[in-house]
């Protein structure tokens, strides 16, 4: 047995690095290492690939978000519903531009927004106007989009998708991220789509917010070093864009051997352990294969003394978090779905570069585990 960790970017490194070499020796002898030609054209490539026409490329995932926020001209004075269950960077960044969280439930089989409690929180709110949605493809899963598209035009708010662990994902055959105003990814390392630093986008086909975002990324420069509005400085750069028009070749290739892996564990039945739904309307991507253990924490030792890493993606609610517990508003009647399965959640193994043996070394110890 060999030590499987959870994730692996070195991996994805390993199986690329003639080409990821030469994207980076490129840049650096070309001499020109800030928001040049290689930004410029991963841009366009991955507006493309998504079938978008307007790319803003970011330093991070949360810069995108509090990009994207800004440009809509949400700040005080305005509410921005989202959900608990997500990476703390969701809420961080509706509360960076000012704005209150409002966190509604997640629906326990998709581990994505709750449209009826999203519809009873939209429908009881009587607090500052809510002004967007921000619905997470939580693990690579498309949330409800239609619903909450239709809910969002009823209330009058804008639809910003976190798409940041669903690179490739398409609800009712639409790729994530074109369906709302915008969409926001992430390119961290461990992401689908992930860089070898940090790195984030945003996504929309709508011109006029594009150009606001170029505006707003770069201290408000139109002119160069003539600041029409406030702005911020959020930039990828060369390096990390050249890796990800390399990766972006390749994602959906490595998406599809996601989806191999994960059919692959779904045929293991293991006493105690949901795997996770995969709905017919959307294509998951997995970033992340979550299953749900009544025995959580003996199963993760179980795994552990297999050499079988696992993760707990996440185990405290954003709202329980001391640092934004008194900084958020909850919907109407709690958030019970949310707080229930962060005490079954555990995340196996699943990356593009797992060899089959490494797929029957966690399916072996898997299926040895009983209740």
């Not at 020109?32 to 079938?51: D, H, K, N, P, T």
């Amino acid at each position: 047995m060999r030590d499987i960790p959870v994730a692996d970017p070195g991996a994805s490194y390993r199986a690329h690095m003639g080409q990821i070499d030469e994207a980076v020796g490129r840049v650096l002898k070309s001499g020109w290492y800030i928001m040049g030609r290689e930004v410029q054209a991963f841009e366009e490539a991955f507006a493309s690939f998504l079938g978008a026409s307007h790319c803003t490329s970011t330093g991070s995932g949360t810069d995108a978000l509090v990009l994207i926020l800004r440009a809509l001209g949400i700040g005080p004075g305005d509410a921005v519903v989202t959900v608990s269950h997500t990476a703390v960077a969701t809420v961080a960044a509706i509360d960076l531009v000012g704005a209150c969280p409002v966190l509604v439930d997640v629906d326990p089989v998709s581990f994505t927004m709750s449209t009826e409690h999203l519809a009873a929180t939209l429908g009881a709110w009587s607090g500052a106007p809510i002004r967007a949605i921000i619905p997470v493809h939580l693990y690579g899963q498309p949330a409800e989009l239609g619903p909450i598209m239709e809910l969002a035009a009823r209330y009058g708010a804008w639809v910003i998708e976190d798409c940041a662990q669903a690179h490739g994902a398409t609800y009712r055959g639409r790729p994530v991220g074109t369906i709302g105003i915008a969409g926001v990814f992430s390119f961290y390392p461990t992401k689908n789509l992930g860089a070898f630093g940090d790195g984030g986008a945003v996504i929309t086909s709508d011109s006029g917010l594009a150009q606001q975002c170029a505006l707003v990324k770069q201290y408000g420069w139109r002119t160069r070093y003539v600041s029409e509005i406030p702005g911020m400085n959020t930039r990828l750069d060369e390096v990390q864009a050249a890796i990800l028009r390399v990766k972006l070749e390749h994602l959906p290739g490595g998406n599809a051997r996601r989806q191999a892996i994960a059919s692959a564990y779904q045929n293991v039945s293991i006493g105690g352990v949901a795997h996770p739904g995969r709905l017919l309307d959307r294509e998951h991507v997995f970033h992340q294969y979550v299953v749900q253990a009544e025995e959580r924490d003996r199963l993760r030792s179980h795994l552990s003394a297999q050499k079988v890493g696992t993760a707990v993606l996440y185990p405290v609610p954003v709202h329980k978090q001391p640092g934004y517990a008194g900084r958020v508003k909850v919907g109407p009647g709690g958030l019970p779905a949310t707080e229930s399965i962060c005490k079954r959640i555990l995340s196996l193994p699943i990356y593009p570069e797992m060899t089959a043996d490494d797929i029957s070394q966690v399916i072996s110890a898997l299926s040895s585990f009983s209740v």
